[in-house]
């Protein structure tokens, strides 16, 4: 693989990482989340596998493989089982409306990328520069994450937040060790697992799983 043709390829994984993200924040319905973050679990995996070709790494490629199972496989189809507990479940009633929201996430991508402006400057690559797109994807998980009112749509964001972090650890560094990466992923994966029980749970004892609503019971 040239050089030249690499570099394409990973802005073209970049571009299409970030527009998922974009695009949790357009869509309502917990299946069509569920769809895109499995669709962003795909873009960090291509990431990876470009960087892993780069380098010749024989451990990256072990991590590229890991993140696909992990992030476009597992965490995806454990999240589809919380989703079966509420067939119907979407966000009615968002604290930030869609128009609002998509204007919020070409603010915090610009901010992005003037906060990784130094980051940039030190390692002109082009997976550098490509970096602030995982930042951007980490505040977009940070905003959906505080606007949302279900608990599904809430973790995630976490998750997003995640795939975020992991995309600047590659973009930045080359790659980080597979064991940090494998144990986070596993503990995010034990979390949706922890959320499927709960939200099951919820929703036998008392109907939807919109936070607010749950606020009033204690109240």
Known sequence: MSDQFSEQLLN???????????G???R???????????????????????????????EAFA???????????????MLRRVRRQVPAARETRPLVNVSAS???????????YAAAKPLVALAPSASAHATPVGIAVVLLGFFLAATRQRAISQIIGVLLIDNGV????????????LIV???????????????????????????????????????
């Open 12 to 22: 073209l994984f970049c571009g299409l990482f970030l527009l998922t993200a974009v």
């Open 24 to 26: 949790v924040l357009w």
């Open 166 to 177: 992991a995309a600047v650890a590659f973009l930045a560094t080359g790659g980080v060790p």
């Open 63 to 77: 991590i590229a493989l890991g993140i696909g199972l992990l992030k476009a496989g597992v965490v995806p189809w």
């Open 28 to 58: 309502r319905e917990v299946s069509a989340l569920i769809t895109l973050l499995t669709a962003q679990g795909l873009m960090l995996t291509g990431i990876a596998v470009v960087l892993a070709t780069r380098h010749r790494s024989a």
């Open 102 to 112: 998509l204007i919020a996430a070409a603010g915090l991508t610009l901010v992005a």
């Open 181 to 219: 990466e494998l144990g986070v992923s596993a503990d995010l994966a034990l979390a949706v697992l922890v959320l499927q029980i709960l939200t099951s749970r919820l929703h036998q004892a008392f109907g939807p799983t919109d936070l607010d609503e749950l606020r009033e019971l204690r109240d």
